[in-house]
């Protein structure tokens, strides 16, 4: 047996100590006798068409390390008898049809690095039990029915460095004990039902690449600690509702200034009121999404900004934005969308915008733009998109129009 494909067996005694039946085309439910295999250390069976449920016995195998059943239509809820596994290290039964809450026994796994329970339907609240996986690298709950708050008990996982609990139903605030994890690079709760203000105590987690709280209820001011991000390349906090003082420059967009890493920032769907710093010129780089979107952002547009000379989108459309387009925007060659619709900005459009070759769209309708629109925009070979109110001729327009390859 020893020779069979997917079987791996110990030198000596050649009992098996693997089974690997990954991406077999398995049908069927898994026997009960595969708790006989006390020696097992790892077991596969991915990507396969396995239902029914996990069986009890699985709890006999002791020794095992690794338990992997992803993408499967196994049924039911979790063993409790898994908790019998003290050395389990890796456990994935992600994008299953489990159900039922998480049983708080998996807090005795207390070897476990990486943990896989997503697309699911688990409910109830996440155990407190959790706490005790101190050996956590990787906690990917993401796309269940989870309820309840974030428990206060995961800022203990002193070595977690994902953590994913994003698209499920979870409630109350964002613990300040998370910012106790000062390994994690990525944080992910969007689309869940969590409100009150972002911690100032994330501006602990200085490996932090990835911030992703969107889609939420968040409240309050967008904390300056997140410059202490170092790292982080995305920021992602659109559709929530938080603030800021009107009329002064935004604090948080200052202090990002100091992440040389910063890729993403979209905070589009929130209710911030001040004013664009000039600063922002400052910010990395290798900056390519820059999305304020449907704010109450005052003042004008920095002239600074065209120092972002990586863009490929810019949205900052319903806001208050008045004054005119900063000059220079020819540095921004490397533009795909620029959205600057329902402000208050005046002037008319430049000629220098036919030199951003890679834009295809342009939308700067409802705003206070006048004379005619330039005709170095047939140059732009990329244009799909154009949105523009104000006053020109219909030659001039149909002129454009026809070296534009929409």
């Given at each position: ?332 060659y490397k533009f795909e969308r620029l959205d600057l619709s329902g402000n208050n900005i ?61």
């Amino acid at each position: 047996m020893c020779n069979w494909t997917g079987i791996r067996c110990s030198h000596n005694l050649q009992r098996v100590v693997a089974l690997d039946l990954t991406d077999m085309d398995l049908q069927g439910v898994i026997s009960p006798a595969l708790g006989n295999l006390t020696a097992l250390v790892e077991l596969y069976l991915s990507f396969n068409q396995l239902h029914g449920s996990i069986p009890d016995e699985l709890g006999k195998l002791t020794g095992l390390k690794f338990l992997l059943f992803p993408q499967n239509y196994f049924t039911g809820t979790i063993p409790p008898s898994l908790k019998n596994l003290s050395i389990l290290m890796h456990l994935d039964l992600s994008e299953n049809n489990l159900h039922g809450p998480i049983p708080p026994e998996i807090g005795m796994l207390i070897q476990l690095r990486c943990l896989y329970l997503y697309d699911n339907q688990f409910s109830g609240n996440i155990p407190s039990s959790i706490g005790n996986l101190s050996q956590l690298v990787v906690l990917q709950l993401l796309r269940n029915s989870l309820t309840g708050p974030i428990t206060p008990e995961i800022g203990t996982l002193t070595k977690l460095q994902e953590l994913k609990l994003f698209q499920n139903q979870l409630l109350g605030s964002i613990s300040p004990e998370i910012g106790s994890l000062t390994q994690l690079k990525q944080l992910n709760l969007f689309e869940n039902q969590l409100s009150g203000n972002i911690p100032n105590s994330l501006g602990n987690c200085s490996k932090m690449e990835l911030l992703d709280l969107r889609k939420n209820q968040l409240s309050g001011t967008v904390p300056t600690e997140l410059g202490n991000l170092v790292l982080v390349k995305k920021i992602i906090l659109e559709y929530n509702q938080l603030v800021s003082s009107s009329n002064i420059p935004l604090p948080f967009l200052i202090a990002l200034t100091n992440c040389s890493q910063l890729e993403f920032i979209k905070m589009s769907y929130n209710n911030l009121s001040g004013v664009l710093p000039r600063s922002i010129g400052h910010l990395s780089s290798k900056l390519s999404i820059l999305d304020f979107g449907n704010n109450q952002i005052r003042g004008n547009i920095p002239q600074q900004i065209t120092n972002l000379t990586n863009l490929t989108y810019l949205n900052i459309r319903n806001n208050l934005l008045s004054g005119y387009l900063p000059s220079g925007l020819k540095r921004f060659y490397k533009f795909e969308r620029l959205d600057l619709s329902g402000n208050n900005i005046g002037g008319g459009l430049q000629e220098e915008i036919g030199k951003m070759k890679s834009l295809g769209e342009l939308e700067v309708s409802w705003n206070n733009l006048s004379g005619t629109i330039p005709g170095s925009l047939g140059r732009l070979q990329q244009l799909r998109r154009l949105f523009c109110t104000t006053t020109i001729s219909q030659e001039r327009y149909l002129l454009v129009c026809r070296n534009v390859q929409t």
